[in-house]
C-alpha cells in the first residue's frame, strides 16, 4: 500500500506579525517531523496574516515577507513544507512557497482572484497563469490557493488531469452561517470529479470583522471525508492517504478517459522533490475526524473567537459593558467571559429615572452567575445636569427623541471614561436588527471599540441565549432577561415594539432587504404588509450614516454592515 502522510497545520495567524507567524509554522513543523508527516501545508498568506489588506501597497512590507519566507525555507531540512506568502517579481502575487529540505523548489500564484463581498483581492494582485504537479514522496501533488477551488475547470482540474493523485488547497475562507456545509459539498464534488484525494486547509482565527473556522478536511475519491479538524481552533489535522485507493477509484471511474478538461491546453509542468518518504516506519496514526459545530453552537463560537482575537490581537486584556439587564447587553457579556475570562470582563449598571428594578436585579443576577466585577453607576445626576444646562433652549417642547438620547450618552461617556482611565475595551451591545433600522443612539449605546453582536439578528440573539443556557446545563442569562419585552427604557413604560415592527416580522424583511437585495414588491410577495415594509425600508435607507460611524463587529451573516453591504450615504435612490 503506498501512503503519502500529510500534515494540514489550521493555525491563527496575526496580521503583519510576521516574526510571530513563522514561530508558529516552525510548531508546527517540529510537531510534524515528531509524526512522520511527509508535506505540511499553511493556509494561504499565512506568512503575513489575511487579510493583509493596504499593508501590501508597501514596498517594505513586502520585501520583509519574502525575508520571512527566507527563514522558513531555511528551516525546512527533511520535510516538504507548502506555505502562502506574497510573491513579488514585476507585480506581486497571492503565492504558495513550495519547499523541500532547505530549498525553495517552486511557487504557485493564485489564479482567481476573488473581488466580491469582503474580498478585495484585484485591488492588491496580479493573477497567476501556470500550475505544477509536483512528486513528493514518490506522489503527484497539485497545489492550489483557496478560490481556486471554487471553480470546476480550475486548476485543481488540470492538476488532475495531468497524473496528480492529491490535490492541496491552501485557504484563508471566512466564515458565516451555513457556509460550512456549502463549502463542504463542493469539495466533496471537485474530490469525485477529479478521481483525487483533496486535502483541504483553511485558516482559523479573528482579524477584525472576519473570523475564520478552520474546518479543515481530507476526502477521498469518491467525495467521502476521511478526516477533519477542530472548528474555529487551532490544529494540526495529520492524515495518511492511500494512493491505492485513487487507482481504484480511477481503474472503475472510465468518465475521466473520455473528458477533456477546458484548461488541459495549458499543461501542467512536472517537478520532482522527493521519491521517498520521510521516514520508512511512520507512528501509528489513528484517524481523526471531529464533529462540525451546527447552528446556533457554530455562530457562538465564531462569536467567542472573533471576540477573543480583536481583543487580544489589538493590545488589550480586559473590557467593559454597559449592563441593563436586557438580553443583548446579557448575550455580550456571556460571551465576553467565554472569550477572555471572567477576571477580564467589568460589567456597568447605570441605573436612570426610567430603569424597573426587574432591569437592576437582572443585571446583578446576570453579573453573579458570570463571576464579573459589576459597577454601579447612576446617571440621574449627570441627566438632570443636562436637562438644566439646557432648559433655555428645550423650553415650550415636548419631551422627546433628544431627552432620551441624553441619558444614552451619559452612559456612552461614563463607558468611555472608564476606558480611558483603565484601558478597558468598550463593547457595544447593538444587535443587527437595531443597527438596520437606526434604532440606536449616535456617541451613546453606540460608542466603544468593538460591537460583538452587531451581525446579529434579534431573532437570532434569542436562540444563541438559549443555546448558551442550555450548553452547560444550568442558566446563565436571567429567564426573565429573555422573556421579558425588550426595552430601552429611556422613557416610562417603553417598549421596542412601539418603535419596531415585532422582531419575528422584521427580521425577515430585513435579510429579504439588507442582505437578498429583493425588492418592494418582492417583499410584499412574502406575504408583509406594505406600510410596515416601507417603514423598514424608510428606516434602514436613512441610517446608513449612523452605521458608518458604528464599531467593527463580528461578521456572521453573507451581507454584514461595512465590508460587505457598502451603499451611499448621500443617496436619493427610491423604489417608490
Known amino acids: 500500500m503506498r501512503n503519502l502522510r500529510v500534515g494540514l497545520a489550521q493555525i491563527n495567524v496575526t496580521v503583519g506579525d510576521l516574526k510571530g507567524n513563522v514561530a508558529k509554522l516552525f510548531d508546527s513543523v517540529e510537531r510534524a517531523r515528531s509524526q512522520g508527516v511527509d508535506l505540511i501545508a499553511f ?11 493596504d499593508l501590501l501597497l508597501r514596498p517594505q512590507f513586502v520585501r520583509d515577507n519574502l525575508d520571512a519566507l527566507d527563514i522558513v525555507v531555511k528551516g525546512s531540512a527533511g520535510i516538504t513544507l507548502v506555505v502562502g506568502f506574497v510573491d513579488a517579481e514585476e507585480d506581486i502575487y497571492n503565492a504558495a512557497a513550495v519547499i523541500h529540505d532547505g530549498r525553495l523548489v517552486d511557487v504557485y500564484r493564485k489564479q482567481y482572484l476573488p473581488n466580491y463581498g469582503v474580498f478585495d483581492e484585484d485591488r492588491y494582485f496580479a493573477a497567476g497563469s501556470a500550475c505544477s504537479v509536483y512528486e513528493v514522496a514518490g506522489v503527484d501533488v497539485g497545489v492550489s490557493i483557496c478560490e481556486d477551488i471554487w471553480y470546476p475547470e480550475g486548476p485543481a482540474q488540470a492538476q488532475a488531469y495531468a497524473g496528480a493523485q492529491v490535490i492541496l488547497n491552501i485557504s484563508s475562507s471566512p466564515f458565516q452561517a451555513g457556509k460550512r456545509l456549502f463549502r463542504e459539498r463542493m469539495l466533496s464534488t471537485r474530490a469525485a470529479d477529479g478521481g483525487v484525494m483533496l486535502c483541504y486547509l483553511n485558516l482559523v ?27 474555529f481552533e487551532e490544529d494540526l489535522l495529520v492524515c495518511d492517504l492511500d494512493l491505492d485507493k485513487v487507482m481504484q477509484s480511477r481503474l472503475h471511474g472510465p468518465r475521466r478517459r473520455k473528458e477533456r478538461p477546458v484548461s488541459a491546453g495549458k499543461q501542467p509542468a512536472r517537478v520532482h522533490i522527493s521519491s521517498r518518504p520521510l521516514a520508512a516506519d511512520k507512528p501509528p496514526l489513528p484517524p481523526r475526524c471531529v464533529e462540525p459545530l451546527e447552528g446556533a453552537a457554530e455562530v457562538y463560537a465564531a462569536l467567542v473567537l472573533g471576540t477573543r482575537d480583536y481583543v487580544r490581537k489589538n493590545g488589550f486584556s480586559k473590557v467593559v459593558l454597559g449592563l441593563s439587564g436586557g438580553l443583548d447587553s446579557s448575550l455580550v457579556a456571556t460571551i465576553a467571559v467565554d472569550a477572555l475570562g471572567p477576571e477580564n470582563v467589568i460589567g456597568v449598571s447605570m441605573p436612570s429615572r426610567y430603569s424597573s428594578e426587574g432591569s437592576r436585579s437582572d443585571a446583578q443576577e446576570l453579573a453573579a452567575n458570570l463571576g464579573i466585577r459589576l459597577l454601579t453607576i447612576p446617571i440621574e445626576e449627570a441627566f438632570s445636569a443636562y436637562l438644566n444646562m439646557l432648559s433655555e433652549e428645550f423650553s415650550g417642547t415636548e419631551s422627546g427623541v433628544a431627552e432620551e438620547n441624553l441619558q444614552a450618552r451619559v452612559r456612552g461617556n461614563i463607558l468611555m471614561g472608564l476606558s480611558n482611565k483603565f484601558g478597558w475595551l468598550v463593547l457595544p451591545t447593538g444587535n443587527k436588527s437595531e443597527m438596520a433600522t437606526g434604532y440606536s443612539t449616535l456617541y451613546g449605546d453606540m460608542a466603544g471599540g468593538y460591537a460583538v453582536i452587531k451581525d446579529v439578528p434579534k431573532t437570532l440573539v434569542y436562540k444563541l441565549a438559549e443555546y448558551r443556557n442550555a450548553r452547560d446545563g444550568r442558566p446563565v442569562i436571567p429567564h426573565a432577561s429573555i422573556t421579558k419585552p425588550p426595552s430601552a427604557e429611556l422613557r416610562p413604560n417603553q417598549v421596542d415594539q412601539e418603535t419596531l415592527p415585532p422582531y419575528d416580522v422584521l427580521d425577515p424583511i430585513l435579510q429579504a432587504y439588507v442582505e437578498e437585495d429583493k425588492s418592494l414588491a418582492d417583499i410584499l410577495a412574502m406575504g408583509f404588509e406594505e406600510e410596515t415594509v416601507r417603514r423598514v425600508i424608510r428606516l434602514v435607507d436613512s441610517n446608513e450614516y449612523k452605521r458608518r460611524q458604528a464599531s467593527p463587529g463580528v461578521k456572521i451573516t453573507p451581507r454584514a454592515f461595512g465590508r460587505d453591504r457598502r451603499l451611499p450615504i448621500a443617496n436619493r435612490y427610491r423604489e417608490w
Open 205 to 231: 482565527g479573528g482579524q477584525d470583522e472576519l473570523v475564520f473556522d478552520g474546518n479543515s478536511m481530507v476526502f477521498d475519491p469518491e467525495g467521502k471525508v476521511l478526516a477533519r479538524a477542530s472548528s
Open 43 to 53: 493556509p494561504e498568506l499565512a506568512i503575513t496574516g489575511y487579510p493583509p489588506e
